[in-house]
């Protein structure tokens, strides 16, 4: 069978591969949460899968006479049976776990993953062996299987960015998917069919004996390669946590970034395993090994500099032309760093019949590193370290490893030469950092506004995301507007108002359960409602915990003894809990189109929160001006009610008593001190405001435009929008 069908097929194969990752995730973390634990559970539990099928791969391929291209082909059989059906299967799974422990949930989405990345990770290896016999050179077919492999890959990314997931929703991405698995196993079972005794027929590459990789290759010892290979790998995953943190933070989360990133990503690495091909080619000798060992250090070098340099060239670039334009600056990088892999199996793997299996174990050491750096940036570092620390620190062990491969080769002469040179680079790195890193959240936040815009007062980083406050106590959570200290409603200055007219339609909250708190403002109003008996805060990110302390108005609330906090994802917390039952819940989530906030916005999370509602409860949550959102909320539940831009949805009537409203807000005490003054203009002005918001349910005609309306008006006028579901993710693709 000629090369080419062979490349085609392994560039089809990375279409599928990418599409599941995207989707799986999602739907495992809609199960689990989007909580940093669950993302890095769930993440490990991919990475881990593949380092499994590696091997698994590796010990196949040394079996003589497998036909390699028929066992490729039952693979993708497989991964298509079982991304067909994947779907239907993490919903039972997500039925029978939810409110596991955190250990357990690393089993479960181990256990659920476990079987299609070990089928994915095994391909490698697997045709590595087949192709060796052909060209009997290792680094040539590792670079060329990993060009087309990663370019389909970064190929779907750019689908899923543009069409695939807005169009076709998370059941048609995994049914597209599946249908190209069942497409490359057909043709592989054809070409099996048609070529496979000519092929077995065909000389084998010439086989050197099973030794060791270091007696063949005559340059590194094996052990040494898949170290090196284990480094670059937690380097890469590293860079790229780093850089997704930061270019989430310049596009508010908008889903498409990160797929937009992972494409540059994916295409770089695709693009330096085809330049490494090109040196494996050339430098096919023994004599030529060490001209692509240092070309392995070099690359690292290089490499390292450019990823140093990606986060405060984004910062820069923001102001003038946006984030997308340094998209190359990362392919460059990556492409780099990934073609250090194929080079390195090119010096330390023999092309002999072990070929497969030696290479398996250079890419499971490629990926261990890969999820340590994965566990260990986003898990660890990033709760100790900024941003600009962590750069600091990739860059220095990528030079380090550079340099130390340098060090082995030259003479003392050049070797001197060599280490001082990389020195410098280190120094002027570590100098340069204030400059190079200076107010570079500032400049990612404000883009073509800096540096007329204020400083920020408080900046916290942490595996959670990064919250930023100016001085005006404008807050900011993952790079979008998130509230304001404050809880004066003649200020309304976050439009807290909206909190203010929970008394209006639901006077008599006893129970009541807010997911999220950011400022801790709108919860400082939840809290002081009369009557109230306990409200259980359920907030994802703990920074805002020590932000709240700092600031008069809300500062009594981490002090209220009907106040109990907790850190979890809001919809994994309700599946921990199924008996926690609530007369009224809050929800000031942030913009419809974020990544991930069709879970919290869906008809799917609609339901799941009725079955925590008492009779008559209910629930209050931001729409952000979102027609769909508010059509998903008026279509799960029978009676609605919007206020602004919020949406309460009920199973009985909401009716706004004006009176009762207003006795309501001139008791309203917090900290026990009144929120209105009535003897000041000021705030008799702001109670006359908020008990006018209630005129517009009078006014049909004109519901659209009033500050309040009723749910049949709700559903009339948005009776062409889609009901969103977790299937279709609502906006966040658009």
Known sequence: MSLTWIYVLFFISGFPALIYQIVWQRALFAIYGVNVESVTIVVSAFMLGLGIGSLLGGAVSKRAGLPMLAVFGGIELSIGAFGAGSLHIFHWAGVYTAG????LTGLLAFALVLLPTTLMGATLPILVAHLVRLSANVGSSVGMLYFVNTLGSAVACLAAAAYLMRLLGESGCVTAAAACNFTIAGCAFAAHWLFGKKASREPAAASQPDSTAAQSAGMIPFPVAACLAGLSGFIALSYEILWYRAY?????????????????????VAFGSLYSKSLCTRFNSSKDRARVLSAVSVLLIVANAFGFLVVPMLAYAVRWVGYLVTLPLIALSAGLLGAVFPLLTHISVAPDSRAGSRLSRL????IVGSTLGTFMVGFILMDHWSIQQI????????LAMGAAIQVRMLRNGRRFAMLASVAAVALAAILTEPATFGAVYERLLYKDRYPTAAKFAHLLESRSGVVAVDPTGMVFGGGMYDGRFNTSLADNANWIVRAYAVPAFHPNSRRALMIGLSSGSWAQVVASLSGLEHLTIVEINPSYLSLIPQYPQVAG???????????DDGRRWLARNPDRQFDLIVMNSSFHWRAHMSNLLSADFLRIVRRHLDPGGVFYYNTTDSGEVQITGATVFPYALRVMNFLAVSDRPLVVDKNAWRDALVAYKIDGQPVLDLSQARDRQALSQTLAMADGLAQPESAAKALMECGGTIRLRNRDKRVITDDNMGTEWN
């Open 391 to 398: 750069s600091v620190f990739l860059l220095l062990l990528g």
């Open 557 to 567: 609330l981490l002090r209220n003894p009907k106040v109990s906090i907790v850190i």
């Open 100 to 103: 596991a422990s955190l250990p």
């Open 363 to 366: 890419y499971a050491a490629n």
């Open 248 to 268: 989430s933070f310049v596009s508010g989360t908008e889903a498409r970034s990160f797929a937009l990133l992972l494409a540059a990503y994916l295409e770089g």
